[in-house]
């Protein structure tokens, strides 16, 4: 009847990272950092096992001497989030339904 959550966005913060880079076509580490209010180090994690997971593709380079991280979602994150979405609305869906049976 439930179907699973994807355990990598079933977290407050990575939720938060995926569905920022849905809204733009790349996000960089400052702009991610000010938008969620994570500490670096925190964001430096979650940004990481999103990439190992593919979820997300990680750039870095140099603006003049400071480094730059960029990151864009990549299809399989798309698809991931979307079904993770799906599958959250199920269960909001169940509970309204079961709501409803009982009144």
């Not at 698809?79 to 993770?84: D, T």
């Amino acid at each position: 009847m439930f179907k699973d959550l994807d355990p990598l966005l079933h977290s407050q913060l990575r939720l938060a990272i995926m569905s920022l880079l849905l809204s733009v076509e790349e996000a960089d580490f400052v702009y991610l950092k000010e938008q969620t209010g994570a500490t670096s180090g925190n964001l430096s994690v979650q940004i990481d096992k999103l990439n190992e997971a593919e979820y997300i593709q990680v750039t870095k380079t140099f603006q003049g001497k400071m480094p730059r991280t960029v990151c864009k979602i990549t299809n399989k994150g798309i698809s991931a989030f979307e079904s993770y979405v799906k599958n959250l609305q199920s269960y909001i869906n169940t509970k309204t339904v079961s709501n409803q049976t009982k009144i």
